[in-house]
């Protein structure tokens, strides 16, 4: 009998115990203990956003594991015209609010899904070793320029906004028979970057990346020049994860989100 053999009794308290902790671990506290499935958040950007958006990607994984976004960049008129068609985007991140707001309108998202999380500025962009006298003439240095570029006004806030300004500083009747178009302001400033042209008018954004700082220099086009460039954006009504849409708006709209837009030369929206 096994009463007979030294130490079974206590053997069986063990594996009665144990009975009773398998009981416990239901089949849902075992998923709990899993790691979560990668989430991949596929966001369809303004260009000015390259480099804050990439900075608050890395943040975001930082804080949610399991969350990735994966962004590609464009003008933000070609972005809300594959969206028309139900591109596959989960969030909508557009230099000029106007764009999303005008999705809404046509039934594409909900009003309760729009937000405004940047105000955009402006500037003009020269090499290092530019002869232009940017920082004393500003926009009126242009003249002395053989190429300039900005992204193309059909299409790219950012290039409306450089349209507008050079208008009101008087020079955009010389310049508009010298200019190179960019497909977004990312391109344009390439553009000065490849060579292609002498001068950009870009997003301050851009102007103040890392990976382009330190080949120019700016200087600030005034705020009364150009229209505010509220930018905004939109959760898409087919996003594979509304909580991790939800996540990039709210941190977008954070002290820590808002911080790192700064560092980028981005404004607050308007209240």
Do not use: C
């Amino acid at each position: 009998m096994l009463g007979g053999v030294p130490g079974v009794p206590g053997a069986l308290r063990a594996l009665g115990l144990l009975a009773v902790v398998l009981a416990l671990v239901t089949p849902a506290r075992i998923e709990a203990q899993r790691p979560a499935a990668a989430q991949t958040l596929r966001v369809a950007a303004a260009a000015d956003l390259k480099f804050a958006l990439d900075e608050i990607g890395d943040e975001l994984a930082r804080r949610h594991p399991a969350l990735r976004v994966r962004a590609t960049y464009g003008s933000s008129g070609s972005m809300q015209a594959q969206l028309r068609q139900r591109a596959p985007y989960d969030v909508y991140l557009s230099a000029d609010i106007e764009y999303p707001r005008d999705l809404v309108s046509k039934g594409v998202g909900s009003t309760a899904d729009l937000f405004a999380y940047a105000t955009g500025r402006l500037v003009v962009w020269v090499p290092k070793d530019s002869p232009l006298p940017i920082e004393r003439e500003g926009l009126r240095a242009l003249a002395a320029a053989k190429r300039i570029a900005i992204a193309n006004p059909r299409h790219a806030p950012y290039g409306r906004a450089a349209e507008a300004a050079m208008r009101r500083a008087g020079v955009w009747e010389a310049a508009s028979r010298r200019l190179v178009l960019g497909e977004n302001v990312a391109q344009a400033a390439q553009f000065v970057q490849s060579g292609a042209a002498d001068a950009a008018v870009i997003a301050k954004s851009l102007a103040l990346a890392p990976a382009l700082g330190p080949l120019g220099r700016f200087r600030d086009v005034p705020a009364d020049l150009y229209p505010p460039l509220v930018q905004g954006g939109l959760i898409l009504p087919w996003a594979g994860s509304r909580a991790a849409a939800v996540a990039l708006r709210d941190f977008l709209l954070s002290r820590e989100g808002r911080a790192i837009l700064g560092r980028y030369g981005f404004g607050a929206p308007p209240v």
